[in-house]
């Protein structure tokens, strides 16, 4: 049974999806009873993945392999480290509350709605689990198609622009990392084993190479700056559970490429990149912390927040010193559970009002209080404040930016400053002050469903915030491993 | 005792909670009776531990293991010396009388067991933060209370100057956070730990290192860092835009948070980390001369507002400035010892406005105020203790802490110290104008509050239970406000009299350190004879007489020559003026920080992202592809979703395909 739980964490959401694609949509309360069932069943088969891992050991752990397409010995090779491991639970944890948010929001195609989001749920497992280069190709492509979907058929007026861009940037960048990944097989011997990549000698200047490629896939994904500017049009475009996802999981997914491929493949190029990417990352803190304090439409602000976030991520991981990478990582998780409920609390409002739009808002406390203090909890996090998970990641990268030079840390502690201003500013004009309109005035708190989805996020998030330990504990081993890899040289 | 360690801030948490999430359940009274009996718990429990560490019992360990990496243990752990079970008796006796004078304070308000709950937090928070033994946990309670201190500034969330003030004080401390977060970096870069105990054994290690990228001494660096984060909490220039600002919050909360515990937190951290500021005279030069320029400018803005919380509010920023300066003096101990008495005649002072406000039905103005002492006797008494106190007369607590710091940066050696001892002086004057000034405007002369009481609109103006403006005499606060009251006055007398056994008795024993060059406070002890000795002395001296001479002007200005003020004021033109624009500096930061961070925010979205990145980078080559695609369209249906529906189910049959390879062999 241990063996198969990888397999089971991809095929139990995604064959799921199939009988509630046959019941269909007029049958609604089935739909969304069974949805909700095959997402647990999803989560539940996960939980092994943490209660089993062995914090020990560095390498790979519940590996399956069998031969997959013998012409070109791609495996289907699945295994997961604890580097990988957080994730899939995460987003298996995700799933569940994005069945429960479309609960009774989603009215058109409900059953479509769910299979999507169940089928990308398991892809995204997928992809952090496959270590065969080719495998890990098709999850990683096949994710964008659910989600496509979401945004295309659920999602706002203006959503062919969105998925135009979306397209053109993700197309761009997966095709250098097929280039990349076809190199390798060939350099390697005809081997798409992405841990015989990690042993392969390559010189200097292909390494150069492929990391660009690697750079350009995973940057747009992650997005870094100057690719990111599809995220915000996505995001306002989808559906919340859409958002959700894009930013909880969805985002991880470049900089997960970051630490299983281009650090250890090619570290010698990612040392000789690294000020560029640390530039980058800075960039993405400073100049989008800025940019996000202008926004008037709060599901842009909140995915300009999530891009500079995710800048510390990519510095964490490009200072090389351990407290950083696995404070980034750390900050993938706490961003995972932060984004999405700022995004539901979003989320919550636009069900109610049909408008993300700051300016229509203010005053929302005097007739949603259990919502507002929820959504200032999570600002509050979304802000860095320490007992939140929101602190940890931010924290443990400052401190390792700082060690690893001053001046870094510096600016990225500048988040400080910046993150409070652009989240609590927004918090002061939508939720606080007197009722500001007759919408405001007739808004509903939020009911049980809501209640529990966010308040789900809020334990996750205080419990991370108050107790990091056993999150950090499992990664030590392999990013200890990963370090002591990336220090040698390949060449 | 471990146990009884982690009861001390588990005991207000627990009626934090109660009163937060079960208040509806609980009702007013039940709400008001769990936190009270959490805070009460928690006094005792520190009465218990004061005694315990009285009797040599030091405690220094962890709770549990926070997080663990890169060789960095983070552990929540206490520690408890003389200096943290100092700061446990004062933050939780003034805590509990602030409680208590809450029931009657917020009495009509909706969110009383809100309130109730957030001011238990708050002490929670503020225990979490001086019991620490480790960088970590300090962080996340100076963060904590700043984030109580925001729920409460803006407690009345509807006004729109509430809001805008918990914001900026949230904000401006984010500042100070941000150099506070970059000195703890520092350390845990160069120390490789964040506990005191096994950073402050590596500091002469430290002292001789060097920053390597910046060049700067290491020690410097993280002291001035470190301080940076306590000019945001303890408000000193130019971080301390926020703390008047801080006054829309409910008055019992100015008291507790921004008087006597919270404010406070800077310059317990900096006595704290007193082994790494005894090592760089820089750092210390640093903090004198910021000390200096709030103790006295500070002061001066006080004689001109006509607020009376904020006449408070720039009499706690004095203050503040006084502690500041005795940090930098290397006088940690009398630092301490100021805060705790101005703890008391400062609690005294906010509580006392907060019952003259009840009186006023809300109004704040002190012109519309005036021989009020006749309706409210006992508050006009418990203040009047509290303005001699803070004009630092004696026999009144605040003298002999205020007289101790004036004496020690007389003493003090490090460059600035001159001018710190120049600004002390000058603002022993100003602090006996603007005490006695709030004294006689309120309490002395012509009852103005009947013919201003129509057009008055007072701050707390939110709600009018109390009957109409004017419609009924002024009438002395119940007994849960008058009682705190009286409570609180008596250590605001007396506390001052612990200055033998706090400053020269061995009261904080090994818990603040002083390096053998800055001898100033071992002089003073050696010319303490008592606590009558000094104060025979004290009358004798200049500051005495300084205090004398701003009670007489405020005497003269206010009862004999009531028309004075106004001449002068006219008359000092842009003088008057600097002073009630505060020196500009809400106008300058409003200006400059917050409409350029708005402004280079919007250059950077308009040109950056809308035109450069999507105008010309993403839009430009897309129209490119478009052009070609043009033609691939011809031989395409055009529906997205339909080409990825066929790609989902192609890449599922073809991981079917492998799945069920798998499946098979487990089979």
Same mark, same amino acid.
């Given at each position: 049974m241990n063996a198969s739980l990888l397999s089971l964490a991809i095929w139990v959401p995604i064959l799921g999806a199939v009988p509630i694609f046959w019941i269909g949509s007029e049958r609604r309360t089935l739909v969304r009873w069974l949805s909700l069932a095959v997402a647990v069943a999803g989560f539940l088969v996960t939980i092994p993945l943490y209660t089993g891992f062995d914090a020990a050991q560095s390498g790979m752990q519940f590996v399956e392999q069998a031969p997959w397409i013998t012409r070109f010995n791609a495996q289907y090779l699945l295994g997961v480290d604890g580097i990988s491991m957080p994730f899939i639970l995460l987003n298996s944890f995700i799933t569940v509350l994005v069945v429960l948010a479309g609960w009774e929001v989603i009215e058109d195609k409900q059953a479509q709605y769910m299979g999507a989001f169940l089928i990308m749920s398991g892809l995204m497992n997928g992809i952090f689990s496959a270590l065969d280069g080719l495998l890990f190709y098709v999850f990683f492509e096949a994710s964008l198609i659910p989600m496509y979907i979401i945004i295309g058929a659920w999602g706002g007026p203006n959503r062919v622009y969105a998925a135009f861009k979306f397209f053109l940037y993700t197309l761009l960048g997966s095709l250098l990392m097929l280039v990349a990944l076809i190199w390798l097989f060939l350099e390697s011997g005809?081997?798409?084993?992405i841990l015989d990549w990690h042993q392969l000698p390559i010189g200097i200047k292909p390494q150069i190479l492929i990391f660009i490629a690697f750079l350009v896939s995973f940057a747009v994904k992650v997005p870094m700056w100057p690719v990111h500017t599809w995220l915000p049009d996505a995001h306002v475009e989808a559906p919340t559970g859409g958002s959700v996802v894009l930013a909880a999981i969805a985002l991880k997914l470049g900089a997960y490429g970051f630490v299983r491929f281009s650090l250890p493949i090619v570290p010698d190029a990612s040392h000789y990149m690294a000020p560029f990417i640390i530039a980058l990352s800075l960039i993405a803190v400073i100049y989008i912390g800025f940019v996000a304090l202008v926004q008037t439409d709060m599901k842009k602000l909140i995915a300009y927040s999530s891009i500079s976030h995710m800048g510390f991520v990519t510095l964490g991981f490009f200072i090389f010193n351990q407290i950083g990478v696995e404070g980034a990582l750390v900050q993938m998780i706490s961003h995972g559970f932060v984004s999405a409920a700022m995004f539901l609390c979003v989320g919550v409002m636009y069900d109610r009002m049909h408008s993300r739009m700051i300016a229509d808002y203010g005053g929302v406390v005097n007739t949603m209080p259990k919502f507002a203090a929820l959504f200032v909890f999570f600002a509050m996090a979304n802000s860095g404040l320490p007992a939140t998970s929101g602190f940890v990641g931010e924290f443990m990268v400052i401190l390792g930016a700082i060690k690893f030079n001053f001046w870094v840390g510096f600016a990225a502690a500048t988040t400080l400053i910046l993150g409070a201003a652009y989240t609590l500013w927004m918090v002061k004009r939508v939720v606080f002050g007197d009722v500001a309109n007759a919408h405001v005035a007739e808004l509903k708190d939020i009911g049980g469903r809501e209640f529990l989805v966010l308040g789900l996020l809020a334990a996750c998030v205080l419990a991370m915030g108050l107790y990091p330990f056993p999150f950090t504990e499992v990664m030590h081993a392999s990013v200890d491993n990963l370090l002591k890899h990336v220090a040698v040289s390949k060449l | 005792m471990k146990t009884l360690y982690l009861l001390v801030p588990l005991a207000p948490l627990a009626g934090a909670i109660l009163a937060g999430f079960f208040g509806k359940l609980l009702g007013r009274t039940g709400s008001h009776v769990v936190t009270i009996l959490g805070v009460a718990i928690s006094f005792v429990l520190s009465v218990l531990i004061y005694q315990d560490v009285q009797a040599g019992h030091l405690f220094n360990g962890a709770v549990y293991t926070w997080m663990e990496s890169g060789g960095l243990k983070l552990q929540v752990g206490f520690l408890i010396d003389p200096l943290t079970v100092t700061m446990m008796l004062v933050v939780n006796f003034v805590s509990l009388m602030v409680h208590v004078y809450t029931i009657g304070y917020m009495a009509?308000?909706?969110g009383y067991q809100r309130f109730f709950s957030y001011i238990s937090l708050f002490t929670f928070s503020m225990l979490m933060l001086v019991m620490s033994n480790n960088f970590v946990q300090l962080f996340f309670g100076w963060e904590a209370v700043g984030l109580v201190s925001y729920l409460l500034i803006g407690?009345?969330?509807?006004r729109p100057t509430a809001i805008y003030a918990n914001l900026k004080a949230f904000l401006v401390n984010r500042v100070g956070d941000f150099g506070f977060l970059l000195g703890i970096g520092l350390i845990a870069a160069y120390a490789g730990s964040l506990d005191y105990a096994e950073v402050f054994a590596k500091r002469n290690e430290l002292a001789t290192l060097t920053e390597a990228v910046t060049g700067w001494p290491l020690i410097t660096a993280v002291c001035i860092c470190l301080f940076i984060g306590a000019m945001g909490k303890s408000a000193q220039f130019p971080l301390h835009v926020w703390l008047p600002d801080s006054m829309e919050g409910p008055t019992p909360i100015s008291a507790l948070i921004h008087a006597a515990t919270m404010v406070t937190a800077g310059i317990f951290m900096v006595s704290r980390m007193s082994p790494l500021f005894e090592l760089s005279d820089t750092a210390l030069s640093f903090v004198i001369v910021i000390g200096a320029i709030t103790t006295l400018f500070m002061a001066l803005i006080a004689i001109v507002q006509t607020d009376i919380k904020r006449v408070v509010a720039y009499s706690t920023l004095s203050q503040l400035g006084y502690m500041t300066m005795a940090l930098g003096a290397s006088a940690y101990s009398v630092a301490i010892f100021h805060l705790m008495t101005h703890a008391f005649f400062k609690a005294v002072l906010f509580l006392g406005a907060g019952s003259v406000i009840i009186a006023m039905h809300h109004?704040?103005?002190?012109?519309?105020?005036?021989?009020?002492r006749k309706y409210l006797p006992i508050t006009y008494a418990t203040m009047l203790i509290g303005a001699f106190a803070n004009a630092g007369l004696p026999p009144f607590a605040g003298f002999f802490s205020k007289d101790s710091i004036i004496e020690a940066v007389h003493l003090a050696k490090v460059p600035g110290a001159g001018f710190a001892y120049f600004c002390a002086l000058a603002a022993v004057f100003v602090g006996g104008l603007y005490s006695f000034r709030l004294i006689f405007f309120t309490f002395h002369g012509k009852e103005r509050f009947r013919e201003a009481a129509h057009d008055a609109h007072g =701050?707390?103006? =939110? =709600?009018?239970? =109390?009957?109409?403006?004017?419609s009924a005499e002024p009438h002395e606060s119940p007994k849960v406000v008058t009682v705190p009251l009286i409570l609180l006055s008596i250590p605001a007398i007396a506390s001052g009299w612990l200055i033998g056994t706090m400053l020269y008795g061995n009261w904080f024993g090994g818990a603040i350190t002083i390096a053998d060059a800055h001898k100033g406070l071992a002089t003073m002890a050696h010319e303490f004879h008592g606590v009558l000795g000094m104060m025979m002395h004290g009358v004798t001296t200049l500051p005495f007489w300084l205090a004398i001479s701003g009670a007489a002007t405020a005497w003269y200005l206010y009862i004999v020559r009531p028309d004075l003020p106004a001449v002068i004021k006219k008359k000092s033109g842009v003088l008057a003026t600097i002073l009630e624009e505060k020196y500009g500096f809400d106008r300058f930061n409003d200006w400059f920080f917050a409409g350029g961070a708005r402004l280079i925010g919007r250059g950077l979205w308009k040109g950056g992202d809308q035109v450069l990145i999507d105008g010309v980078m993403v839009n430009g080559s897309a129209s490119v592809i478009g052009g070609t695609a043009g033609l691939v369209r011809l031989i395409q249906s055009g529906r997205i979703y339909r080409y990825a529906f066929s790609m989902v189910f192609g890449v599922l049959a073809l991981l079917t395909f492998a799945w069920w390879s798998v499946f098979s062999r487990i089979l």
């Open positions: 005809g081997s798409f084993n | 009509e308000d909706p407690f009345w969330y509807t109004e704040q103005d002190m012109r519309r105020m005036g021989g009020l =701050h707390d103006a =939110h =709600h009018d239970d =109390h009957g109409h403006h004017g």
